[in-house]
C-alpha cells in the first residue's frame, strides 16, 4: 500500500486520506514503522491531500508523528525537514525557535534546507527580520 501512495503522489501529486489511513491502520497492526515509511507518511500530509483543510492536516500529521515514534521511528533532519515543508504549506502557526530547540532536545542537526524553511516561516507572517535582525528582506523573496 506504501508504494501505491507514492505511485500516486509522484503521478497525479495528489492522493485521498484513505490511502494514508489504510497505510497507518497496516503500521500500527504491525507494531513497527521503516524510516522511510515515515518520512513517505509525512510528506503526504500537505497539499498532496486537498480534500483535507490545512488544520486538519496538520492536526493528522502531528498526531502520526508521535504515534511513529512510538512505533520505533527515528527521525533524522529529512523528517524535520518534511515536517517544516508541510506547516509551510498548511500554512500552519508556530516558533521556529522551538522547532530548533525539538532538534537540538533530539540530538538532530538542522540543515541549509531547515534553515530556508524557517526563514520561510519567518516570512509568512511578514517578520523579515524574523528573531535576529541578520535575515533581511531578500531572503523571504527566495
Given at each position: 500500500m506504501i508504494l501505491a501512495i507514492d505511485k500516486s503522489v509522484r503521478r497525479y501529486g495528489r492522493l485521498s486520506l484513505s490511502n494514508v489511513?489504510?497505510?497507518?491502520?497496516?503500521?500500527e497492526k504491525d507494531?513497527?514503522?521503516?524510516?522511510?515509511?515515515?518520512l513517505l507518511l509525512i510528506r503526504c500530509m500537505g497539499t498532496t491531500l486537498?480534500?483535507?483543510?490545512?488544520?486538519e492536516r496538520t492536526a493528522i500529521v502531528n498526531q502520526m508523528?508521535?504515534?511513529?515514534?512510538?512505533?520505533?521511528?527515528?527521525?533524522?533532519t529529512?523528517?524535520?525537514?518534511?515536517l517544516l515543508r508541510v506547516y509551510l504549506q498548511n500554512e500552519h502557526k508556530f516558533s521556529p525557535t522551538d522547532f530548533l530547540a525539538s532538534m537540538?532536545?533530539?540530538k538532530v542537526t538542522p540543515n541549509r534546507v531547515t534553515y530556508q524553511r524557517l526563514v520561510a516561516r519567518y516570512c509568512q507572517d511578514g517578520d523579515?527580520?524574523?528573531?535576529?535582525?541578520?535575515?533581511?528582506?531578500?531572503?523571504c523573496m527566495a
Open positions: 489511513t489504510e497505510v497507518m491502520e497496516q503500521i507494531g513497527s514503522v521503516t524510516d522511510t515509511q515515515s486537498p480534500e483535507i483543510r490545512p488544520e508523528w508521535d504515534k511513529m515514534l512510538s512505533l520505533g521511528a527515528t527521525y533524522n529529512q523528517h524535520y525537514n518534511a537540538d532536545s533530539n523579515i527580520k524574523g528573531p535576529g535582525k541578520a535575515y533581511g528582506c531578500l531572503l
